[in-house]
């Protein structure tokens, strides 16, 4: 069987993203105490138990999403199409660092900036090898739109 069929090709985004995932949960836990707390938030802030549900099912839509581009014939839109899809990942990991670990919301908007930016130019290089793929990342697309405007919500309310 070809390496573009196998269903073992999956295993290294799940792992990517399952990285991502286990390091952004550990520095949230770690980053939820007294300055979260004070942090003045939108009403529209979800409860916390709400987003280890939502990130996991995203997560697996990423993956199977980026698996399905992997398993399209080698070419330039492939793999640019993975080389965005390994950048929005990047920007994913780094909100948790930069909003729980350092505190620092502004540049956690701005990296949720970036990443909505990535993840839109992932959509459209995906589409053009794979509409599903390409609909397998919408989900995601529309929370970083929703944790942006948490996240900016944030911003404006603790202006300090």
Do not use: C
Request: hydrophobic share 50%.
């Amino acid at each position: 069987m070809s390496h573009y069929r196998s269903r073992a090709g999956i295993l290294p985004f799940l792992a990517a993203t399952a990285a991502v995932a286990v390091s952004g949960a550990g520095v949230t836990r770690r980053g939820r105490g007294l300055w979260y707390r004070r942090l003045r938030k939108p009403s529209y802030n979800p409860p916390a138990w709400l987003f280890g549900p939502v990130w996991t099912a995203l997560y697996g839509l990423m993956s199977w999403s980026a698996y399905r581009i992997w398993k399209k014939p080698d070419s330039p839109g492939r793999t640019r199409a993975l080389q965005i899809w390994t950048t929005q990942l990047a920007l994913n990991g780094m909100w948790s660092p930069l909003f729980f670990g350092r505190h620092a919301p502004r540049a956690a908007l701005a990296d949720l900036a970036a990443m909505w930016l990535a993840i839109a130019a992932y959509i459209r290089e995906a589409a053009r090898l794979d509409r599903l793929a390409a609909g397998l990342m919408a989900p995601y697309l529309g929370w970083v739109t929703f944790a942006g405007a948490l996240n900016a919500g944030i911003v404006r309310r603790n202006p300090g």
